[in-house]
């Protein structure tokens, strides 16, 4: 009996996110996709060895079948964040390119030398770390004879952010898109070639009891950032801890508003949170980009103490093939889906 159970503990947690519901008890079942997966795996065999033995295998086979159903569409779900499937951003092979590291660093983490080390280790053009208090932001300032362009929003609250570059800031600006504690960091930087690529830094809440009991003000922020990187049409990074997960209908609604490319797709699930859990792990950090670039290089870097990986991504400049590449694009329903999701969480609580 206990068998049957955990099936269709896996087939209801499966399923439970096709449930259009902001909600965080549905929400949170965006994310352990991959672990369903493979605990559905290991369930056939105890089925077999251990059901069948009674006579009546009837609902027995139900349950199979329910949880075939669901595995298989979990397997679908991650398949794409698997080398088994076509990459949807091409490799580069252009000199001219543009670096970024990205890292949650948690705000509690006392031990900063480790990514101040992986900083002049990978040397990325921009960096952009989250969860910086004050104390965060004096550590980081070790770099800041190599990175001179700064944007610096320390704060209390785990919201906190960092963004520094060794290239010019045109025109910085900071946004509380959605929540008035909730900054985003938006600018542009010129490349060797003086070709402008617009940036979009964000670290929404998640859904949570304590942070937030919905996904709505989470969702609206990526899409409000995918709209407008979809009006700019010109070369655009949008990167971050989004708090969600690559394969969720909301992040990858994200991509299709926007028409930004995810590099992971092809090459790896890149799960960057929980760095002290290795059986409990989601890509929650991640850099979308316009189709004007290739992967020169994408890596998940040890530890630096936080309970997230930082993400590196070495991206070539290569606008002439970006037809090379298939962006995706929206449909009526997402258009739809993404006003009545901003709309909601534009009004006032």
């Not at 792990?281 to 316009?290: A, G, K, N, T």
Request: with cysteine.
């Amino acid at each position: 009996m206990i068998f049957q159970l955990l099936a269709l503990f896996v087939t209801v947690g499966a399923f439970l996110p096709l449930i259009r519901c902001d909600h965080w008890l549905i929400r949170c079942w965006d994310f352990p996709r991959m672990q369903l997966f493979f605990f559905g795996l290991t369930l056939f065999p105890a089925l077999f060895i251990f059901s069948f033995n009674d006579g009546n295998t009837g609902p027995d086979w139900i349950v199979v079948g329910m949880l075939a159903v669901a595995v298989g569409c979990l397997g679908f779900w991650i398949w794409p964040y698997t080398k088994l499937h076509p990459k949807q951003v091409l490799p580069g092979v252009g000199e001219l390119g543009i670096r970024l590291l990205v890292s949650n660093v948690l705000m509690s983490n006392r031990e900063s030398e480790k990514l101040v080390a992986l900083i002049r280790e990978k040397q990325p053009d921009i960096f952009v770390a989250l969860e910086t208090d004050k104390w965060w932001n004096d550590k980081l300032a070790a770099v800041a004879d190599d990175y001179p362009f700064s944007v610096e929003l320390p704060q209390d609250d785990t919201y906190g952010m960092v963004v520094r570059s060794r290239i010019e800031m045109i025109d910085p600006s900071v946004e509380y898109i959605i929540r008035e504690n909730i900054p985003s960091v938006h600018f542009k930087v010129k490349l060797s070639d003086g070709s402008t690529v617009r940036i979009h830094a964000v670290h929404p809440k998640p859904p949570y009891p304590d942070e937030d009991e919905t996904s709505t003000a989470r969702d609206a922020e990526l899409l409000i950032v995918g709209k407008r990187a979809k009006e700019h049409g010109g070369p655009t990074i949008v990167l971050g801890d989004l708090n969600d997960v690559a394969w969720s209908h909301t992040t990858r609604m994200f991509q299709r508003i926007s028409g930004l490319l995810d590099p992971r797709v092809g090459r790896g699930l890149f799960s960057t949170f929980h760095a002290s859990h290795w059986f409990m792990r989601w890509p929650l950090d991640h850099v979308f980009i316009s189709d004007h670039f290739r992967v020169r290089d994408l890596e998940r870097l040890p530890s630096v103490g936080s309970d997230h990986f930082p993400m590196f991504t070495d991206f070539s400049f290569e606008p002439a093939g970006e037809k090379d590449q298939e962006t995706p694009e929206p449909d009526k329903g997402d258009k739809e889906e993404a006003d009545e999701k901003i709309s909601a969480a534009l009004v006032p609580a």
